[in-house]
């Protein structure tokens, strides 16, 4: 087990992320209000233009033909009933966002238009002025005046996105502002994937809750996957908790598999010792191994294998260390990788927006043979200060960290490739 088979740190990330391009996660149907944060499982496409229709950009008057214009009437947002068109020398009062009547070549602002209310009807306001339209009332009658530059102050339908138009590319990661763009056209769900990654916490010794009695130990490792998962594009569908016994790994790896979980974290039991029945339990439901072992410091003992058919694998199964700091290594040395390929998205410990190397500052010693990862704060976009407090039972580090510093054994510095953590 986990010494003879290492597989080095590279070569362990680079596996993960080609099983998860192997098993790509289940594609779902997702209500709006649900999917931040997953991927794009196909192109979002509006399903209505943006504007909708020709609307107003400025509170004002919607004219037609030259001014002076007389004042037909008023169209607030939100308004269904239609004007009749409006013919050269009239105008509407209009608000912003509201649907400008056929025939409109543009809106003059209030702070542009001067009016004038002239008390008579409609039919003198005409003849004074020679032009057709009709008043507000007949009691008086309301001209506008100012200078309009054709086509100004109205946003034509489909001029942002005319319906049809794809505008966000399958793959793309759900954030607010896409939520926001899904909704204003016209989407109540999303098709998203984001691989459902169930967590089972194992050991007797662990406690979930105020501060641990002598014996027992609380967990640290089921607070922090949810965040970890989110970050590579899966979803957590909660924290079992397991007893060592080799019955109740089965049954909760069983349990897992039958709910339609992606992937199943299992923490703790990653080792050889009495109570670690992962590996027992594996074999005994016919899974393959990928990864057994990492050459890496903290976090070697963390593992990789699915269920399933070779063919068609699945669930994936990610055996993490007990230790909370080699857990988390081990989260971003096979989980995440796995989880950004299985949701189609990039690897976020890669960021192409950080940089992928800096120097470091701060004694790092390398070891004998395994890659080492160390926790670094980076400062300026341009130093990595080593954090230290990185022992495998302590986040501490972690906690302070911007990233982990990836140091092979014949590493001599001063750079070093960052894995970056969320932050
Ligand atoms: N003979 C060997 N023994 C060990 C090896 C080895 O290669 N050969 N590796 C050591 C390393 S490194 C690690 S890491 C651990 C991994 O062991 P397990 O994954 O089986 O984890 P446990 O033994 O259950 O726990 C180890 C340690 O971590 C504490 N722990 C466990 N779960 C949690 C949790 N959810 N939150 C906080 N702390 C947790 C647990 O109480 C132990 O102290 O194996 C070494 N042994
Ligand atoms: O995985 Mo262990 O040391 O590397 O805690």
């Not at 499982?41 to 400025?58: E, I």
């Not at 569908?237 to 397991?242: A, K």
């Not at 189609?344 to 120097?359: F, G, I, T």
Request: proline residues 9%; glycine residues 12%.
């Amino acid at each position: 087990m986990a010494g003879e088979a290492m597989v080095p740190w590279e070569t362990a990330r680079q596996t993960a992320w080609d099983l998860g391009v192997r098993c790509p996660a289940v594609v779902r149907h997702v209500a709006l209000r649900d999917t931040l944060g997953a991927t794009l499982a196909a192109d979002l496409v509006a399903l209505v233009g943006v504007p909708a229709y020709d609307t107003a950009a400025m509170d004002g008057y919607a004219v037609a033909g030259r001014g002076p214009w007389v004042v037909r009437g008023r169209v607030l947002a939100g308004a269904t009933e239609r004007l009749g068109d409006l013919q050269p020398g009239e105008a509407v009062e209009i608000a912003t966002g509201a649907p400008v009547p056929g025939g409109t070549e543009a809106v003059v602002p209030y702070e542009a238009a001067l009016t004038e209310e002239v008390v008579g009807s409609a039919d003198d306001a005409r003849a004074d002025e020679g032009r057709v339209g009709s008043a507000t009332d007949a009691g008086s009658v309301t001209w506008v005046r100012g200078e309009i530059d054709p086509g100004r102050h109205v946003r034509r339908v489909g001029e942002d996105t005319p319906a049809g138009a794809a505008v966000a590319a399958e793959g793309t990661i759900i954030t607010p502002a896409v939520v926001g763009l899904a909704a204003s056209l016209g989407h109540d769900t999303l098709t998203v994937r984001r691989p459902k990654v169930d967590v089972l916490v194992s050991g007797d010794e662990i406690t979930d809750i105020g501060i641990p009695a002598p014996g027992q130990v609380r967990d640290a490792i089921g607070p922090v996957l949810p965040g970890l998962v989110e970050w590579g594009g899966g979803a957590t569908g909660g924290v079992v908790r397991v007893r060592d016994t080799f019955a109740e790994m089965m049954s909760a790896l069983r349990a897992s598999a039958d709910s339609g979980a992606d992937v199943i974290a299992v923490c703790g039991a990653s080792s050889k010792g009495p109570a670690d029945h992962l590996r027992d339990a594996l074999a005994t439901l016919g899974a393959t191994p990928v990864v057994d072992g990492v050459a890496c410091r903290p976090g070697h003992p963390q593992l990789l294998a699915h269920l399933g058919d070779p063919s068609s694998p699945g669930p994936v199964v990610v055996g993490l260390p007990g230790n909370p700091n080699a857990a988390l290594v081990a989260a971003a040395t096979l989980l995440v990788p796995l989880l950004a390929a299985m949701a189609d998205r990039p690897d976020p410990c890669s960021d192409s927006a950080l940089p992928s190397c800096l120097p470091i500052e701060g004694r790092i010693r390398p070891h004998y043979r395994d890659t080492r990862l160390a926790a670094v704060r980076v400062e300026r976009g341009a130093v990595a200060h080593v954090v230290g407090h990185d022992r495998p039972g302590s986040l501490r580090g972690a906690a302070m960290a911007d990233a982990l510093a990836v140091i092979p054994p014949d590493w001599r510095g001063p750079s070093a490739r960052l894995l970056w953590l969320p932050r």
